[in-house]
């Protein structure tokens, strides 16, 4: 499974020429989404989330919580931005966005998944 994250990291960065930032910028919505889930389902339970429920929550996080309705990109001349819930403006008040352009969600959700792998069950690998 590693081998194959590793890949799919390859291709997207290969793809993401005109992308400034979308490393990052996928990293902090999906830790933001992660967090944002985390919170709400202990603030309803009044109670911490049991250790094997984690896991669960977070690829339900990386496999339905990135839609095209939320995030999108926005242009400025000639470089592309992702922009959406927990992702930082970088080029406040300038460009336009499109929201459902391409499949971003897809490659976000592939995003997801890589980090939580590289971070795994027991911390960062090394």
């Known amino acids: 499974m590693r ?3 590793w890949l799919l990291a390859l291709v997207v960065r290969a793809q993401d020429d005109d992308f400034q930032w979308f490393r ?3 990293c902090s919505a999906s830790f933001f989404k992660i967090n944002r889930t985390l919170v709400e389902k202990q603030l309803l339970r009044r109670a911490s989330v049991a250790s094997y429920e984690f896991l669960e929550i977070v690829d339900e996080v990386c496999d339905t919580m990135f839609t095209k309705e939320e995030y ?3 242009q400025h001349e000639g470089k592309k931005y ?3 819930p927990g992702v ?3 080029i406040p ?3 336009f966005g ?4 391409g499949d971003y969600d897809k ?3 592939s995003y997801c998944k890589m980090f939580v792998e590289e971070f795994g069950e027991d911390g960062p690998s090394s």
Request: net charge positive; hydrophobic share 40%.
């Open 24 to 26: 990052c910028d996928a």
């Open 98 to 101: 499109q929201m459902g352009m």
């Open 72 to 74: 999108g990109v926005k």
């Open 107 to 109: 490659r976000l959700a």
């Open 3 to 5: 081998r194959f994250a």
């Open 93 to 95: 008040g300038q460009g």
């Open 88 to 90: 930082s403006d970088h």
């Open 82 to 84: 992702l922009f959406g």
